[in-house]
């Protein structure tokens, strides 16, 4: 079955930085828009940054905008969140998300803890 796995989150210091990995498999990647979504504590999933099948488009939500960036590397199925300039309100679980017409692959989560 269809595995997304996200890796990469931790505990960062305002201002800091990390790369946020999903590793697909058993998944037509290039077939698949890609997404990333985060949910905080007590808040809705919101989705944070999108990439259409080729890489050429990205979306992102404008309160990451500059900050975050998010690339896909189809040769490995991986797909990354670059996240700078980290906030306490970035503090949240981060889902990648796979993306197409007839289904949606989640994966399940990375932590990332920005304290105040």
């Known amino acids: 079955q269809v595995q997304l796995v996200e890796s990469g989150g931790g505990l960062v210091q305002p201002g800091g930085s990390l790369r946020l990995s999903c590793t697909a498999s058993?998944?037509?990647?290039?077939?698949?828009?890609m997404r990333w979504y985060r949910q905080a504590p007590g808040k809705e999933r919101e989705l944070v940054a999108g990439?259409?099948?080729?890489?050429?488009?990205?979306t992102y939500v404008d309160s990451v905008q500059g900050r975050f960036t998010i690339s896909r590397d189809k040769a490995k199925n991986i797909l990354y969140l670059e996240v700078n300039s980290l906030r306490p309100e970035d503090t949240a679980v981060y889902y990648c998300?796979?993306?197409?017409?007839?289904?949606?692959?989640w994966g399940q989560g990375a932590e990332v803890t920005v304290p105040s």
């Open positions: 998300d796979a993306h197409s017409w007839a289904s949606d692959y």
């Open positions: 058993r998944l037509h990647f290039s077939w698949y828009a």
């Open positions: 990439i259409c099948t080729s890489g050429g488009r990205t």
